[in-house]
């Protein structure tokens, strides 16, 4: 069965900090990877995606995330913190059969 | 972008009334939509998965004749609370999918919050 886990409920990094959420999955097949926002009393937008090719994956609003298979985690990082950057971060694989699973999700704090 | 509409964004009613919330995609055509329920702090829970045409497939434990979702076209699911009770209230949320890479990606709406009273 496919499982996400997010390590760490709560993160809080000072602003220009780096920032870095961690996340793992487990599947059974190559798995798409996605890390999605949420700001408060919003829908999820998504930051970026894995699917094939470069393990390395840049997405919006300075946000990458690495794939590594031996690892099986899809860590978020960003060089720099910003206030703006304060929302719920959720992790989520998709293995096929329209099924996504999500992880529990990481809050990000950005203090001044 | 692909862009979906959720309607309303917040929404208060009595007990025992029905409330209907609006899923639309605006630009893209989604065979399959997703509605899944948001308590504080916590992740997503899918409720069920929409497909135009035919009736939803609904997850263990979700009441379908109290969530009541249709499909009719291929922009536009609803889902109806039907008998709202205060511990319906919650943070609704659909998204549709669509095909990207041979992945499928999930566009989200804002959210409804529910609120019964």
């Known amino acids: 069965a496919q499982s996400v886990t997010q390590l760490g409920s709560h993160v809080s990094v000072s602003e220009g900090a780096l920032v870095l959420l961690r996340c793992n999955y487990s599947?059974?097949?190559?798995?798409?990877l996605f890390w999605y926002v949420q700001y408060p009393n919003q829908g999820l937008q998504l930051l970026l995606k894995?699917?094939?090719?470069?393990?390395l994956v840049k997405g919006i609003n300075g946000f990458e995330a690495e794939f590594k298979k031996s690892e099986t985690s899809f860590h978020l990082t960003k060089p720099s913190a910003h206030m703006s950057d304060a929302a719920e971060y959720f992790c989520?694989?998709?293995?096929?059969?329209?099924?996504?699973?999500f992880g529990a999700g990481t809050r990000l704090f950005v203090k001044a | 972008g692909a862009v979906v509409s959720q309607h309303p964004s917040w929404v208060i009613c009595k007990s025992g009334t029905s409330v209907k919330i609006e899923c639309r995609s605006l630009?893209?055509?989604?065979?399959?939509m997703f509605w899944y329920r948001q308590f504080p702090k916590q992740s997503l829970m899918l409720m069920a998965t929409?497909?135009?045409?035919?009736?939803?497939?609904?997850e263990q434990g979700v009441e379908k004749d109290k969530f009541l979702i249709n499909h009719a076209s291929l922009t536009l699911s609803t889902l109806t609370v039907t008998s709202a009770h205060p511990e319906d209230s919650s943070f609704y949320i659909c998204?549709?999918?669509?095909?990207?890479?041979?992945?499928?990606?999930?566009?989200f709406g804002a959210g409804s919050r529910l609120t019964v009273l």
């Open positions: 998204s549709a999918s669509r095909e990207s890479g041979g992945a499928n990606v999930l566009t």
């Open positions: 894995y699917t094939t090719g470069a393990t």
């Open positions: 929409s497909n135009e045409g035919s009736k939803a497939t609904y």
């Open positions: 599947s059974s097949v190559p798995p798409y």
């Open positions: 630009d893209f055509q989604a065979t399959t």
């Open positions: 989520a694989v998709y293995t096929g059969g329209f099924k996504t699973i």
